[in-house]
């Protein structure tokens, strides 16, 4: 066939494939460097990750052996768990509060009226300043003779508190966060069709029945996008931590990210930091295949 | 109107005022302290207004550290990380929206799966694969590891889906290669796409703080976020040097995001851009 | 300035002949006479008096051997987290550490025994200019090559910096609330804490609001949030208590001792009584600031406080005027200190170690320049009689503070030990903690830790 001879790569191929093997071929090859990219990056590191847990490693010296003698040091292990409920904490006090929060905003500027653009700007902004810097400033913002307490009359020491060091580091991500929660609140309830409403409202339905009946069962694929994400976040948070409180007072603000970090690349104790991450994959494989299906639902992968 | 909604109208426009004064707040007290005398910073009750206003914390926090080389490794990853990020999720995208070949579904789902694994999971195997590469203190080592995200696949692939197939089998039979229906029809079209991709890596890259700190000991090659961290942990970083640094970080975010809010805010409804 | 800098290289050169005369050694220059291409890499941490003055004999050192190219980053901060230390470990995990480096004392050893550093072997201890191990040593304050040394006594580090706590204290301050400072004496913690009370009385606006609550600290001891100080303060503090965190054998932890708890009790009594570690400056590195700027009253640091942090941030203090009372000790008459401090190490995978070793001969050979660039005084006897260090006030005082000082705690897991030990201290601190049950648990997780592998 003519077209053939000015396929990409054409004069290559050997003569005899067909026009649609080679396609296939081409297919693949677009996808390729990223299936590349993946499979070193991604994959590689995850099996080796399940390989490194079952051995001792400090980067300096060989790998030994030591089978489940990581996991069993973790199921004893003091810090494990101190950053397992520190995890959990941040993700119960920062997820709810914020939900909440960005689906008030949300609810508030889905109407028309003055200012909306400039109000949703305002909210989002702080999803978009960098992470980094933001909590450099906020560990100033939160100090006890910091504006913040000078705003609430109050006179908490934010950080030095192990009961308080926690809800500072929630306070800032609220701040950070309610911005991206509201955006995505905003899209699914602008995505609920407004004859629903009317129709409803035809039957003489309050506020507040549109909200129970139609806006919120309506906003449940949306609520658990929201979820998984807040689960991700917590098991991702690091840098606030680091920035911030550097894990502290008495380790109340090391979370599971943390811990990695300072198992891994502060003790260079490689073996256990990967138990450790590996506990970590078990929870995000569970939320995947959660992600997955809805993704499947919602999109049609199988088209 | 009714008497009742226009008092709920503004009712609601009050109450947003409040909520925005909120959230306006600490973004207004770190502006200003970084324009303060450090005596003045934590001034109770808060000064919003600097004065004298001084604009040499600037120059001089900026100078206090290496922040210009810091800068520069930023954009040169940034840059580098752009490009990648746009071009080879849209050849991914391309693949799997106009072609078929056998474990196109399987790779498919395989990297969708990968879009919620953090890198926090994944960095100590990462840290020794690249180390075993050869590539700790490199640029590639900086720039490669974290180059690629999967929702960007996904995201173009679910552009370039919508592309009618009759346009790229029209140029088939015209004889055009394969790159080139790539390039001259396919990239047209997705432009916005790309823009918004290249958007979110830029944001995303500018402010990556845990793989430099892993993987960058040496200090010509830190980025700008481990440039703050160290102004933060040294012996004497003043309030309002720390203020002023972390406004210059912020800035450029700002400003893409004021010149691109719809693109940004739209893809973040559907990515978690910080997520 | 340039006189100053002549006379600083005049008396170098002083230094390194009445050097030569004690231990006779070929010199830098006949070293470099083979004229092959050298290119070395150093790294110091962000300490602007420090390098600064290293970064001048690294120009000097190029200028006068042409053949040797060094490369020198001092950009990182100090320590904490990602700081310095983990800086290097991770650079000399991963083969991309630089030919010479800074090590603080309690990371040695871990380091030395990973077989990451180059050892002071004859050949080295040649390029340093001296005939052998033992004259080196000799050179230097008795012990001061003990945390750099392995088992066998092999000393790994050119040891330069060596530290210990003062306390300095506000004159004005003092003046302000009646007290006169000349008049004051400070032995022990008891008199701090009397004196302490004596001033916040005196003065209470300064200190207290409406309510009586501290808005101001008398003193804050400098150890949070940093693994590094919490050390250097908790340590000295057991040192005067006679304590110690690991046992003889360093397999186990035995702070929970009664001269451990009496240790720790007289350091809360101190943070508690004398202001409230809740409020006001966080890392030790603001701490000294707030010295600095008046903010705070007195302040413990090491022979380095006048340069770096009254000269260097043109502080109120130097003008207003500040004593230094030595160190108080829990009995009177039984001082205790612990020395801190850097040694710079090559890397054991360096190709061009002799080089390296004869660098550092070169850049370590002006100690009283030093000290008077840097405020780092190196462990030389009388150092303190020197010109050098003799610009800085107290400076008799100051040395008089390093009586009876032992070196800090040797341990594989030192940096562990020291995270959990931090996090007690503060939960001590910041909440009141009970100090035998804190210490208890101290014990028991570093038990896990020490026979964990």
Known sequence: ?303 | ?275 | MKTRKRSVIILALLTLLVAACVAPAPMASDMAAEDQPVELSMWYFNWPPGYEYQAERVRIYMNDNPHVTIDFDHSIPPVGEGGFEDKVTSALATGTAPDIFAVINPQAIKLINKDQLAPIDSDAVGALGFDSVDALKASRLPGAFDSWSSADGTPYGYHWELSWLVLYCNDQHFRDAGVDPDAVAIETWDDLISVGKQVIEGNPDFYLDEDGNFKRNFIKLPMYFDDTWSMQVLTTFLAQAGGSVLSDDRMSGQINNAAGVEAVEWMMRVSQELGDPNIGPVIPGEVHAAFGSGEMTCDLAGPWMYEAFLVATESPVVESGYHAYGMPAIDAGTPGNVFWGWAWVVNAASPNKQAAWEFLRFLEADPQGQATASGIWQPLPDIEKGWGAGRVPYADLVAAAAEGGQAIFVTEHYAEVARILRGKIEAMAFEGADVQASLDEAVEEIDSILDGR
């Open chain 2, 1 to 275: 109107m009714s008497e009742r909604s226009n008092v709920v109208r503004i009712a609601r426009f009050g109450l947003l005022c409040v909520f925005a004064a909120v959230m306006l707040f600490p973004m207004v007290w770190i502006v200003s302290g970084s324009l303060k005398p450090l005596e003045q910073v934590f001034l109770i009750p808060v000064k919003w207004i600097p004065d004298p206003v001084q604009w040499r914390n600037y120059p001089e926090a900026w100078t206090s550290e290496n922040f210009t080389r810091n800068l520069m490794n930023s954009l040169i990853v940034l840059f580098a990380q752009v490009g990648i990020q746009v071009f080879f999720p849209s050849l991914a995208g391309y693949g799997f929206a106009k072609h078929n070949f056998p474990g196109k579904e399987i790779m498919f789902v395989m990297i969708l799966g990968m879009s919620l694994l953090p890198l926090q999971i994944i960095m100590i195997p990462l840290f020794v694969i690249v180390k075993q590469l050869g590539w700790i203190n490199t640029y590639p080592g900086l720039i490669l590891p974290i180059s690629v995200n999967a929702f960007a696949v996904f995201f173009m692939r679910q552009f370039i889906s919508s592309i009618p197939t009759e346009y790229i089998d029209a140029a088939r039979v015209d004889g055009s290669g394969e790159l080139n229906i790539f390039f001259q029809i396919v990239v047209p079209m997705v432009k916005p796409a790309l823009v918004t991709l290249a958007l979110l890596a830029a944001l995303a890259s500018w402010d990556e703080f845990l793989w430099p700190l892993i993987v960058i000991s040496d200090q010509k090659l830190a980025t700008l976020p481990l440039g703050i961290s160290y102004l933060k942990s040294l012996y004497q970083a003043p309030a309002h040097w720390l203020l002023a640094v972390s406004v210059v970080m912020a800035t450029p975010l700002l400003l893409i995001f004021l010149f691109a809010q719809q693109r940004i805010i739209e893809s973040a409804a559907q990515t978690g851009i910080k997520g």
């Open chain 1, 1 to 303: 066939m003519e077209r053939t001879e000015s396929l990409w790569l054409g004069r290559f191929w050997p003569d005899n494939w067909r026009y649609h093997t080679r396609m296939k071929v081409v297919g693949f090859l677009f996808t390729l460097p990223v299936l590349v990219f993946f499979l070193v990056f991604n994959i590689y590191p995850i099996v080796s990750a399940i390989v490194i847990s079952f051995h001792e490693f400090d980067l300096f010296g060989p790998m030994t052996w030591v089978g489940l003698g990581n996991y069993e040091n973790l199921a004893g292990n003091k810090n494990f768990w101190s950053a397992m409920r520190v995890t959990l904490s941040f993700t119960l006090f920062f997820g709810p509060p914020a939900w909440l929060i960005a689906f008030i905003f949300a609810s508030l500027i889905r109407e028309k009226l003055i200012g909306r653009f400039f109000f949703r700007s305002v909210f989002f902004t702080p999803t978009i300043l960098s992470a980094v810097a933001m909590a450099t400033a906020w560990s100033l913002l939160l100090r006890q003779n910091g504006p913040l307490n000078a705003m609430l009359g109050l006179s908490v020491s934010w950080l030095t508190k192990q009961d308080s060091a926690l809800w500072g580091i929630v306070i800032m991500s609220v701040w950070q966060g309610v911005g991206w929660f509201m955006v995505v609140f905003l899209a699914g309830l602008q995505s609920i069709p407004q004859t629903f409403y009317e129709a409803a409202a035809i039957d003489g339905a309050g506020r507040w029945r549109l909200m129970r009946h139609i806006t919120l069962p309506m906003l449940r694929p949306v609520f658990a996008f929201v979820v998984i994400h807040t689960i991700i976040a917590g098991m991702k948070v690091f840098t606030p931590m680091f920035i911030m409180t550097g894990g502290g007072p008495n380790n109340a603000t090391r979370s599971m990210a943390m811990l990695i970090y300072h198992e891994g690349l502060r003790d260079l104790r490689m073996g256990r930091a990967s138990a450790v991450s590996m506990v970590g994959f078990v929870l995000i494989l569970i939320l995947t295949v959660v992600q997955l299906r809805l993704f499947r639902v919602h999109e049609g992968i199988e088209e």
